[in-house]
C-alpha cells in the first residue's frame, strides 16, 4: 500500500513555472528594497511561546501554532514584526538608529480553511525603526518604495489609501466617545459592505451612540474628494483637539513629502475610512487597493507606531512599517490571469544536446555558455531523438543546441529556436549573440500583466 | 516587567552584517543551480505527519517536531528529500523528466543542543530525478557543480570524496556478509575516530565476524592512492560478485565523467571509506571535506538513488542529489574567520544626507544614483551633522553625500568617501563613476576567504 502524498490544505506549493514568477516577483523586492538602504534580516520560524506572545493574545492567538518539545513551550511566527521587535530589543545596542530592514519570510495562522486562505504564507515586510524618535518623512518614503515595488513588478492600477489614526482618535474624543473609538472603527469599517443605514443602526444600537453623534461620524467618515480637498475639509474640524490637529498636520505633512517622493496622484488617495484593526498602530496607517479588484481587500498594509518593542524593552522604539501578503497576492495575480506567463519561466535557456560519447565538447560549450550568464541544461540521457526534442518542449527551452562530430570538426554549433522553429549552424560568438537577443526579447515584459 | 527577548538555543539568528554575507552565499546557489539548468522549487515547511513519515522512523523520527493542531497531526519536514519526493509523486503528470530542481530552505531537527549544533538549519540541494533510469553522468554532474559552487564563493581547499555503495555492498556479498553490511558500514566508518585495532574487535566482537574476514574488510577499506591507482586495485577484485562489478564499472565512468566536467584532479577523490549512513543511496555517494578543518567532517554529501519515492508512488523514479548543510558550513565559516568581512555589507553605498527642508531634489539625486544601480539610504532624521557622519560610520555606508543649497544651486554633489576621507564636489556623472569604482574595488573579493 502507498501512501497518497498530498499538500495540507492551505499551503501553497507550486507548480515549477509559477515558481519561478513567485521567484521573479521576490528578487524584484529584494533588488528595490536593497535600492532604498534596507538591510534583509532573516529571524527563526519557531519563537518561546512566552517571547512571542508576550504582547498577549487577541484574536490571533487562537491561531497560532503552539506546540511543545521537550520542556519547550513554543510556536510558529504569526507574522514577521513581533519577532523584529524581539530582534531590535536583543541586539539593541548592536543596531544603528533608524534601523532599516526588510523580511520576506513564511508566518502562520490556523485560519479556517477556504479557497484563497492560506495557514502558511510569505510576507514581505519593510519597517523603519526609530532610537526614541523617527521623522515623519519615513512615512511617506514607505508607501513612495512600495509604489517603486508595484512598478517594478508591473502592477498599475493601485492605489495607496492613507489616513492617521490620530485623526481618527481625535476626532472621536472631541464627541466624548474616545472610550468608543475602537468599537467605532470597526464598525465604520464594514460601511462599503452593509451601507450607511445598518452601520448607524449598529453604532446607536450595540454602541450606545446618541443619533447626532452618528450622524457626524458618518458624515465624518463620508468626507470625500481630492487629497487637497479632505485636507481642507478636516482643516475646518481644527482647533477642537489637539490630537485631531497633531493627526491633520502629519497627514498634511505626509501628503506633501509623498509628492516630494515622486509618487503620482492618482497612486495613493486620503481616506478617512481606513483605521487598521491592529491597536499599535499610532499615526500613518495605509491600505493597498487594486482598483479594478477591491473585493480582494488590501493587498498591502501597515503604518506607524510609536513603540515597536514595550513587551521586551524600556527603550521607546517608534517605527513605520509595511508588509506585502505575498502568498496571497500572487494567488489573486493567477486566479485573475495577470501573472506575465509570456516570460521565460525554463529551468534552462538552452538544452544542450551532446550527439557523441564523450561529453567533453558539450561541456567546454556549456561552460562558454554560462560564463556569459546562459543558463545551459546538458542533456545526456539515452534517449531517441524525439524524446529529446519533446523534453525541451516541455520544460520549455527557448533554444536548443546540438553537438555532433560534424559540428566540432567545423567549429560550429547547431541552435534551434524552439520558438520560431529556425535553426542556425554558426560560430559559437554568433550563436551567442542570438540567443541573447532571443533571451532578451523575452525577458522585455514584467512579471505582473498590468 | 518586561519579557526578557530571548533566540531559542539551536537557532541562528544573525547581525545585520553577517546576514549579508549569508544572502551574498544563498546567491551564489541560486545563480550557479541555475545556469546548469536547475529550477527552484519551495515546499511548505508543514506536512501531514502519515505523508512526512511514510517512511517510518528510524534515528530522526525522536528529533521530529511532531504536533497536533485541531485534528491535524503535523510536522516540520526534516529534510528537503522527503518533500521532493512527495512533490514529484503528487505531481508526476505535470513534471518534465529528468526533473533538475534546487531548494534552499529550512529544516527542522531537535537535536541535543550543542554550540554549532542547529535546531533549525538552511539545506540547500540539488537533485536530478529520472523517470524510470537516469544517466550516469548525472552522477558526474553533480559533484562538478558542486565544485563550482564553492570555487564561486571563494572555498579552495576541498575535496569531494566519492565512493559507490554497490562496490561495498558487492564486496560484502563476496565475503558472505551481506545481511551485516550495514551494521559493519556502521563500524568502519569509525576508523578515523577509533583505530583499525578498535574497529577489527567490534567486527569480531559484536558483529560476530571471523578473524580472516575482518582481516579481509580492514585490507579493503585500506585501498588508497590516486583514483586509478584505486580503480585499479578494485579491478583485481572483479569477476567475483555482479553487484560489486557494476559498482566499479559505476565508479570508472563517474571517474571518466567527472574529467569530462572540468572537476580539478586534486577536488576529487575515490574514497572506499564513505558510505553515508542513509539506507536509500544504492549507488554513487559523495562527501566533501574541507581539507585543513577535516573534524568538521562532510559539508555536502549525498547520492544516488534507485527510488526516490516508493512510498508514494509505483513509479520508478531514480536521482541523484546533494546537500549543502548551510547553516552550519556557515557557522563553521564564521568561527574560523573564512568570511570575507572586507565586502561590503552596509544596508546602502551611498548615504545621502539632505541639507535642505525640501526634500525633492534629494530624491530626485537618489532616484538618479538607484536607476545606476547604487543603494541610497535618504537620512533625512532631524540630528546634528556629527550624529549623521556617525551613523553613516555605523552601518558602515562606503560613500557620504551632502546635497545643500550650494550644490543644488551649482549643479554639484558634494561626496565623502568614508574609507579614504577624500571629499569631493562635481556633477553627477562624475561622482556616480567615482562611486562605482569604489563599489566595484570593494566587491572584488568573494564571500569565503579560501
Known sequence: MKMQPRTLSGFMELLPKQQVLMEKIMQTLRETYSLYGFTPLDTPLIEASEVLLAKGGGETEKQI??????????????????PLAKYVALHYGELAFPFRRFQIGKVYRGERAQRGRFREFYQADIDVIGDGKLDISNEAEIPAIIYQVFSRLGLRKFQIRVNNRKILNGFYAMLGLQEKAGDIMRTVDKLEKIGADKVRKLLTGELGITDGQAVDILKFIAIKGGNQEVLATLDAYR?????????????????????????????????????RGLDYYTGTVYETLMLEHPEIGSICSGGRYDNLAEYYTDKVLPGVGISIGLTRLFYVLHEQKMLNEQLNAAPADVLLIPMTDDLSPAVELATKFRSSGVRVQLYAEQKKFKAKMSYADKIGAPFVVFLGEDEIRDGVVACKDMQSGEQTKMGFEETLARVRKGLDAMGQGKVILG
Not at 503552539?66 to 520542556?71: E, M, Q, V, Y
Not at 519547550?72 to 514577521?80: A, C, E, I, P
Request: glycine residues 8%; aromatic residues 12%; proline residues 2%.
Open 65 to 82: 501554532y503552539r506546540f511543545t518539545k521537550g520542556d519547550s513551550d513554543l510556536s510558529l511566527r504569526f507574522d514577521l514584526t513581533v
Open 239 to 275: 482647533g477642537k483637539h489637539e490630537l485631531f490637529d497633531t493627526g491633520v498636520e502629519e497627514l498634511a505633512a505626509v501628503v506633501r513629502y509623498l509628492a516630494a517622493f515622486g509618487m503620482p496622484e492618482e497612486n495613493f488617495k486620503v481616506d478617512l475610512t481606513i483605521a
